[in-house]
């Protein structure tokens, strides 16, 4: 398996990443993974109002990231629970 795209994690992003139980981890990493792969993977949805943000799904929680195709990198700058990931964008 090759990656086409490289992800990197904002601090915040990791410090909730890793107040997460185990199954939650390993959900998250498998959507993580998925987005090497395609950056706009089905489900994904672009946030309104906003220049290259996305959204994508795992559950009760949203990954929150921006996409530059030239570097071929993801940057997730939040993870969290759906209701409180968009406060302060």
Not at 41 to 63: A, D, M, S, T
Not at 67 to 80: A, M
């Amino acid at each position: 398996m090759s990656f086409k795209f490289e992800i990197f994690l904002s601090n915040k992003s990791k410090k909730f990443y890793e107040s997460l139980s185990q199954s939650d981890k390993s959900r998250i990493k498998e959507k993580l993974l998925l987005l090497t792969q395609d950056p706009f993977p089905f489900g994904y949805k672009k946030l309104k109002g906003r220049e290259n943000l996305f959204r994508i799904r795992v559950g009760g929680y949203r990954i929150l990231y921006t996409v530059d195709i030239q570097k071929k990198t993801i940057l997730i700058f939040r993870i969290g629970r759906r209701e409180s990931v968009y406060q302060g964008l």
